[in-house]
């Protein structure tokens, strides 16, 4: 298979833009993890506040990848740097599925067990850490595997404004009309999904009470 | 009828209750008083589950006050004040991810208790609710309904508390386990004396369990009265319960063993 030859002849810059990929995708997950886990806990907790943050989470989520890259662009202190954009307009996407599955899962523990575990004198910290957020684990984590897998396929865009990642060679097969070249960019980024989706899911296993 | 020379354990003074419009509670006085098990008995939506949780501050009144042990509830920390009360409700609410012993000694555990008391403590209460010791190490969804009931129990009672609200313990049991819980509640509360205030809507329950059974509907208490003296009532409501479910009632009657 050609394909596979050129990925061989060329392995050195293929890992390389796969660690690139693996980074912007890495970083992106976790910001949105940071900003989006407690921000699904404290809309569960204030339905009031669900509707609007559920809203604009699914508004920035419509606008198309490439405008939003183009969009960010125009910041001062982001444009300057690509990888800092991408990973920003990665974040962004992945907040929704993330904060989303934290609402849900939080939301779906047995009102009987917390109201049990209120009435026996918890604090709502030792709630939430002992009780609510063991128990919407799986959930959650269900949204991070959806933001991953999406993350993966959307950093090859962030390759048209310089970013890097295994977009570039997708972006330069296309110029070059050379399937291997695209194959070569588009083949690792498909395993990487399925290898980030596969890790979540051991994580999730290895966090999921009993 | 009731001496009144002992301070009550529990006290609601003129407490009203509304959420939404909707008046759940009005000018609701009660005493409860130590040792004594007063059953809440009313239909559904009478205000029972209501005053339970008035009591631990899962609601607070709109106004009036509950005075517990003399003082009023509001006044000092509400975490405090829960873990001084044991709560059993129908639903039980276990923990699904902590064992039963987790589950049994989580108030214990976050109050430092050292681990081999707590350990000791376990074993101890999971003796005095009838539960084999190797009941210890399973998950909630391993037992019955019933022994899940225990475990609520058990739970309600690791940190010791004197008083105990139960909100329909028994009510999704099917008949043989609850006549069985019932029974073991009388000896459980012959040895403890826990002041306990029990909800139903099973007038037999009432009967059986309680020492008082106060009669409430449309969030008013309608009567207060010694199991007895309940059956006897010349009260049109009580007397409706009496009928509603039928003769034999005088033989579940708790005469005051205690």
């Not at chain 1, 009309?177 to 695209?182: A, G, P, S, T």
């Amino acid at each position: 298979m050609n394909v596979f030859r050129f990925i061989l002849q060329n392995h050195d810059q293929v890992l390389e833009l796969t660690l690139e990929h693996l980074r912007l995708v890495g970083f992106s997950t976790l910001f949105a993890m940071l900003v989006g886990i407690p921000l699904g806990i404290v809309i569960a907790h204030r339905p009031g506040f669900s509707k609007p943050v559920l809203a604009c989470a699914n508004i920035i989520q419509t606008i198309p990848s490439l405008a939003l890259f183009g969009f960010l662009l125009a910041v001062p202190w982001l444009g300057e740097r690509a990888d800092r954009l991408a990973i920003l307009a990665l974040t962004l996407y992945a907040l929704l599925p993330i904060i989303r599955s934290t609402y849900t899962g939080i939301r779906g523990v047995d009102p009987a067990v917390v109201e049990a575990g209120r009435g026996m004198g918890l604090t709502e910290s030792q709630l939430l850490f002992q009780v609510e957020l063991p128990l919407a684990v799986s959930v959650i984590l269900s949204g991070v595997r959806v933001a991953v897998v999406i993350s993966v396929g959307l950093a090859t865009i962030a390759a048209a404004i310089g970013a890097g990642g295994l977009g570039e060679l997708i972006f330069r097969g296309l110029a070059m009309v050379d399937d291997r070249v695209i194959l070569a960019g588009a083949i690792p980024a498909a395993i990487l999904a399925l290898v980030a989706d596969f890790s979540v899911g051991r994580l999730e296993r290895c966090l999921l009470p009993r | 009828m009731q001496p009144t020379t002992a301070s009550p354990v529990i006290e609601f003074r003129d407490v009203s209750y509304r959420v939404s419009g909707t008046q759940v509670l009005s000018g609701f006085n009660l005493q409860v008083q130590s040792g004594e098990t007063l059953v809440l008995l009313g239909r559904s939506g009478s205000g029972k589950t209501t005053s339970l949780k008035l009591v631990n501050r899962l609601l607070s009144p709109t106004s009036g006050e509950i005075r517990v042990k003399g003082v009023s509830n509001r006044e000092g920390d509400v975490i405090r004040l829960r873990r001084s009360i044991g709560y059993v409700i129908q639903d039980v609410g276990l923990f699904p991810h902590f064992t039963v012993e987790r589950n049994i000694s989580l108030v214990p555990r976050i109050e430092g208790w050292p681990g081999d008391r707590v350990r000791a403590r376990v074993q101890e209460l999971l003796q005095t609710v009838g539960l084999a010791p190797d009941t210890a190490l399973r998950y909630p969804y391993q037992l019955s309904g019933g022994q899940r009931q225990r475990v609520g129990v058990a739970r309600a009672l690791a940190a010791n508390p004197e008083i105990l609200l139960m909100d329909e313990p028994f009510g999704a049991l099917d008949p043989l386990t609850r006549d069985e819980l019932q029974h073991e509640f009388l000896l459980l509360q012959q040895r403890l004396h826990k002041t306990v205030v029990f909800v139903t809507h099973d007038l037999r329950e009432a009967l059986r369990l309680g020492s008082r059974i106060a009669l409430m509907e449309a969030g008013r208490l309608v009567t207060v009265l010694p199991p007895l003296e309940f059956l006897r009532s010349g009260d049109p409501l009580a007397a409706a319960y009496v009928r509603a479910f039928g003769g034999s009632l005088e033989s579940a009657a708790n005469r005051g063993t205690s």
